[in-house]
């Protein structure tokens, strides 16, 4: 049975607009209500279509209204932010995405007209460490709990939102853990961190890193939303690449510089709004993470288009690169070229040392 | 005309000038060192879930180590008929010699020797995951932490996979005890095996305890550095960096007869004397080997 009544968290982000416009365009919805605390840009507001806008903060009781006098039956969850520039430092970071999931819930609970809720986590609940194994099924749990940062915040939100599942059998509850995000229109922490010329990364690591393009990501929260799938997910493209290999892919410089040194320029750029090099954002830079995706295929019955390389090339795409492949495949052409030529050369001048062969005449005269 | 003979006017036409052998692969290789180099700085290669990267291995790592296992070492392979050609596999080898150059050159013994060219993941220590360099040097070589999860993983998926029970008890230990080994870990080994019903390969490796011989450990040092153990080899602290290089020991790996797990079925692992009494039998079965390949030794360095 299709939802209703639908009520979009995080609406003015690039993803939570596009749900919201994507909802808004199926006609077996009644109504779409996007909530933020920031009022969308005009040019999502084109997209949003008949979504209403509700400028609202979810860490306020006032959300409560909102799904009470709408009856709201499906609320997807998505105001949560992965990096302190974006939401104004760590503090308030923590406070929208904790508090503000606590309040969100503790409005659901009351709200007898909620019948499903879709979260939007992260696999960074999984952490990153040596310790961890190399791909995580949904039913694996960090070695290394993560102390902090967006992994925690991930975490606690996970559990608060298990414990709502446990008090309201009746609401079937989604949670998606999806990998990076990363596509041509996407904000999120990689495609900011992958636009730089020069990309700063560990010094003696290499991270294995699991993409997952925009569109697929879209389409998996529309199918969450309108299906009837409850429990865990891991989502995520097929295959993997290295950290080394994305960079060097996209045409970037890396610049591997020793952990302490990026700690510091970490700190230094993020004063600026930059990319974010927290101590957890490190530990993936070192170790990196890979989801399975059989229950997202088998249960959830959705195999995302872009496998994590096509989803790299469509972003590619955006990206001017700095040492561009073509220029790399003329110098080894080049190269190779000169290879050919002092090869020939080498040969020709050998061929004029070789000692002169004895003369045929005489030789005649030999074997008779 | 029986005497009449053909006399050649070009005497090349009798012995058919080849070119120089040596400049054309030199040509070759340079060709291929730069394909490789292209590929590398467009990132234009494959790697996997594990971080195995073979186009790196095969152009670089692999061909570091073959001066090593052929001149060095004069690795001799025995039984490689007993590893499959196919399917999964787990190969559980004793350890031994300081740093883990037995688990480098079973990798390359069984790409090199195996008919089938096959490759050897290896599972390893979470504190060789948390050093940088060697870390991600050892995924791209194919390695994986030593967890069942991995393990499982790798022998579903067909994969051949080589794992040290001893772990650092093994390779940490003092030259006196040479090819002694060591408690099997829990046997964790024989519960992925069980799982996913592949077999189990012995392999003996001879030679690695002489590499470098342990005759102390600075228990104090190893604290301080946050390692298992801290070699004193007769080179090692007293020669520096020089005292890294291994001494030429002969060495001698065999791969024995597989042990077969399928027919137990995978509700096995839950029966721990089963896993007990396997392990055992694993573990006998490469100590008999190392004796015997010991007995076929000439003398150490011979």
Redesign the interface.
């Known amino acids: 049975m299709p939802p209703a009544v639908v009520l979009v968290t995080g609406v003015s982000r690039w993803l939570g607009g596009a749900l919201a416009a994507e909802l808004a365009r199926d006609r077996a919805i009644e109504r779409v209500i996007g909530v933020d605390t920031v009022p969308p840009s005009p040019e999502m507001l084109r997209r949003l279509g008949r979504t209403e806008f509700v400028r609202a903060d979810i860490r306020n009781p006032l959300i409560g209204k909102v799904i009470a006098t709408a009856s709201v039956d499906t609320v997807v969850h998505m105001n949560i932010s992965s990096t302190p520039a974006g939401s104004g430092g760590r503090g308030p970071m923590k406070e929208l995405n904790v508090i503000g999931t606590m309040q969100l819930l503790a409005a659901c609970q009351r709200a007898e007209s909620v019948r499903r809720f879709v979260l939007k986590s992260s696999s960074a609940v999984y952490g990153a460490s040596s310790r961890d194994p190399a791909v995580f099924t949904e039913a694996m749990q960090a070695r290394r709990v993560p102390s902090g940062g967006f992994a925690r915040d991930s975490l606690d939100i996970e559990g608060y939102v298990r414990s709502f599942a446990r008090r309201r059998p009746d609401v079937r509850v989604a949670a998606l853990r999806f990998t990076n995000f990363i596509g041509p229109r996407i904000d999120s922490v990689l495609t900011s961190f992958l636009r730089m010329p020069l990309v700063p990364t560990a010094l003696g690591y290499d991270a294995r890193v699991q993409l997952l393009h925009e569109d697929d990501a879209l389409a998996v929260l529309t199918r969450a939303t309108t299906g009837d799938f409850a429990g865990t997910v891991n989502v995520g493209g097929e295959g993997t690449l290295l950290l080394s290999q994305v960079i060097r892919r996209l045409g970037r410089l890396q610049v591997p510089l020793p952990s302490p040194a990026l700690g510091s320029l970490g700190r230094f750029t993020r004063r600026f709004g930059f990319v974010d090099y927290s101590p957890e954002q490190m530990r993936f830079l070192n170790f990196g993470r890979v989801v399975d995706t059989t229950v997202l295929r088998e249960e959830f019955g959705y195999t995302p288009r872009y496998t994590t390389e096509q989803a790299l090339v469509d972003y590619a795409s955006t990206v001017v690169p700095v040492i561009p492949p073509e220029v790399v495949a003329g110098i080894a052409g080049r190269a190779q070229a000169l290879v050919t030529r002092v090869g020939a050369t080498a040969g020709t001048v050998g061929e004029r040392l070789r000692p002169a062969p004895p003369s045929p005449g005489l030789r005649a005269v030999r074997d008779a | 005309m029986p005497e009449a003979?053909v006399?050649?006017?070009?005497?090349?036409d009798e012995e058919p000038r080849l070119?120089?052998p040596s400049?054309a692969s030199?040509?070759e290789q340079?060709?291929d060192g730069?394909?490789f180099?292209?590929r590398?700085?467009?990132?234009?290669?494959d790697?996997?879930?594990?971080?195995f990267?073979p186009d790196l291995t095969d152009h670089v790592l692999l061909p570091l180590l073959r001066p090593l296992f052929e001149r060095w070492f004069r690795v001799e392979t025995h039984g490689v008929e007993n590893v499959p050609a196919t399917g999964g596999g787990l190969v559980v080898a004793n350890h031994s010699g300081t740093l883990p150059l037995d688990a480098m050159m079973a990798t390359v013994a069984l790409h090199d020797d195996h008919p089938a060219r096959r490759r050897l993941r290896l599972l390893g220590a979470?504190l060789v995951?948390?050093?940088?360099?060697i870390?991600?040097l050892s995924?791209?070589l194919g390695s994986?932490?030593a967890?069942n999860?991995?393990a499982e993983?790798l022998l579903t998926g067909g994969e051949l996979v080589g794992v040290f029970p001893e772990g650092f008890k093994g390779i940490g230990k003092p030259f006196r005890e040479r090819y002694t080994l060591q408690r099997f870990g829990r046997g964790g080994f024989v519960t992925a095996a069980l799982r996913t019903g592949t077999p189990i390969i012995p392999c003996a490796i001879v030679g690695a305890e002489e590499a470098y011989p342990m005759i102390g450990n600075v228990k104090t040092v190893a604290r301080l550095l946050g390692l298992p153990y801290f070699p004193v080899t007769p080179t090692f602290p007293a020669l520096g960096p020089l005292g890294l290089v291994p001494l030429p020991s002969k060495w001698l790996i065999a791969f024995g007869e597989p042990i077969e797990t399928a027919s137990y079925g995978p509700a096995a692992a839950e029966d721990p004397m089963l896993v007990f009494n396997l392990t055992d039998q694993v573990r006998e079965t490469i100590q008999q080997s190392l004796y015997q390949l010991l007995l076929q030794r000439k003398s150490v360095w011979g």
């Not at chain 2, 590398?40 to 290669?45: L, N, P, Q, S």
Request: glycine letters at 6%; one cysteine or more.
């Open positions: 003979r006399i050649p006017l070009r005497p090349d070119p120089p400049s030199w040509e340079v060709a730069l394909e180099l292209r590398r700085v467009t990132g234009d290669y790697t996997d879930e594990f971080g990267d979470d995951f948390d050093l940088p360099f870390g991600s995924r791209k994986t932490l967890c999860e991995d993983r």
